[in-house]
Nanobody, 115 residues
């Protein structure tokens, strides 16, 4: 299983970024894909999830209305569209795949929101 994140970077408050997670090595169509984030000294926290089969989504309260998650089944890729970014969104963002009751993680991509 391989999850490769991309799209992180530095953005000003109020700006937008789109993260991508390219998946391989498992049956993408039967997985649940999620994004988590982590800052130094804190536990990794849930951000958003999508069921690849149903398309149903779930979001942390802190990002509702600002972030969206969607997938491209043809590319085995899940995206996190982040709008109206705040400094408190600064973190390393990790892609997660839940497949056959096992969790898999990507290497993470840094998102920094700062003026």
């Amino acid at each position: 299983v391989q999850l490769v994140e991309s799209g992180g970077g530095l953005v000003q408050p109020g700006g937008s970024l789109r993260l991508s997670c390219a998946a391989s090595g498992f049956t993408f169509g039967s997985s649940v894909m999620s994004w988590y984030r982590q800052t130094p000294g804190k536990e990794r926290e849930f951000v958003a999830a999508i069921s690849i089969v149903s398309g149903r989504t779930n979001f942390a309260d802190s990002v509702k209305g600002r972030f969206t998650i969607f997938r491209d089944n043809a590319k085995n890729t899940v995206y996190l569209q982040m709008n109206s970014l705040k400094p408190e969104d600064t973190a390393v963002y990790y892609c997660n795949a839940l497949w056959i009751a096992k969790n898999y993680w990507g290497q993470g991509t840094q998102v920094t929101v700062s003026s």
